[in-house]
Every structure is written in structure tokens, then in C-alpha cells.
């Protein structure tokens, strides 16, 4: 006996052109075309799901960074303190964190600048400054880069004399 399909090709072919629609052309009225280009889409989507989460995290630690050297430390040290502190917060509030309450983000700072001890490298904030308001000139009137360096080699010059 003869097996007839009936109408399950119909639907298949319908779900997949339902997927299509509001694609150009004959993507979203034939079947075939329809088909390729909702396979491609579907995959798009899986990993734009994936690179979704990886672009929050590079949003997430370049705040921390630059929260984290407005405090005078690196990120990377800045992590190492807390790995050494065993503080145990993720990147997302972390961020949150800096970004709604800088003054409790300044205080877990000092936290994993005491873990660091005498390891800690300052983050030269003066010379910071000088190069964010050069590439903004509007923001809030800082020392030149020339004023920061001088700024820097007397603070040297200063603690080699003691």
C-alpha cells in the first residue's frame, strides 16, 4: 500500500516559511531558499548568544579598570588583591558596584590593596588624567601631559632623597 503523506510536508513547509517571514525576496516564499536562510539564522542567533555574554563581560571589566585606576591600581592588580583578600565578587557586580556606589568601591579597593601589602604598584593617576582629558578636551581642565611628567619625576626625585 501506498503511504501518503498528507499534510505533514504542508507544515513543515509552512513552520519554515513562518520562520522567513519579513526576510527579502524569495527567502520568505520559497520553501527551499526559505529553508537555507532560516538554518543560517537560527545559527546566528545560537551564537550570538554566546558572544552576547562575552561582550558584557569586556563592558564589565573595562569599568572595573577604569574605576580601579581612578582608585590609583591597575585591574589586573586590582583582581590579584582580591584573589589574595578572598573576595569573591563577580565582574557584573563588581561593575554595578563602581559604577552606583564609588565610594563603597573605593573601600573594597583598600581591601585588596591590603592584601597586596607592599607589592602594590601605584597607578599613575596624574598622568591618567592628563591623557583622558587630551582625548577629551571638554571634560574638567587637568594638568597638561608635559605638567603630569614633571609632576612625576619631582615626586621621584622627592622619594629618592629620603
Given at each position: ?113 591590603k592584601?597586596l ?8 593617576t ?37
Open positions: 500500500m501506498r503511504v501518503k503523506r498528507g499534510y505533514v510536508l504542508r507544515r513543515k513547509h509552512n513552520r519554515v516559511l513562518k520562520l522567513a517571514k519579513g526576510f527579502r525576496g524569495s527567502r520568505h516564499r520559497l520553501f527551499k531558499t526559505a529553508n537555507e536562510a532560516v538554518l543560517h539564522s537560527l545559527h546566528y542567533a545560537y551564537v550570538g548568544r554566546r558572544d552576547r555574554k562575552n561582550d558584557f563581560r569586556k563592558l564589565w571589566i573595562s569599568r572595573i579598570s577604569a574605576a580601579a585606576k581612578a582608585n590609583g591600581i591597575s585591574y589586573s592588580q586590582l583582581i590579584h588583591g582580591f584573589n589574595l583578600a578572598n573576595i569573591k565578587l563577580n565582574r557584573k557586580m563588581l561593575s554595578e558596584i563602581a559604577i552606583s556606589d564609588p565610594a563603597q568601591f573605593t573601600l573594597i579597593v583598600e581591601q585588596a590593596k592584601a601589602g607592599e607589592n602594590v604598584k601605584a597607578y599613575n596624574e598622568y591618567s588624567a592628563a591623557k583622558i582629558t587630551m582625548s577629551n578636551p571638554s571634560a574638567a581642565v587637568a594638568p597638561t601631559k608635559a605638567e603630569a611628567v614633571a609632576a612625576l619625576n619631582a615626586k621621584k626625585a622627592a622619594a629618592s632623597n629620603k
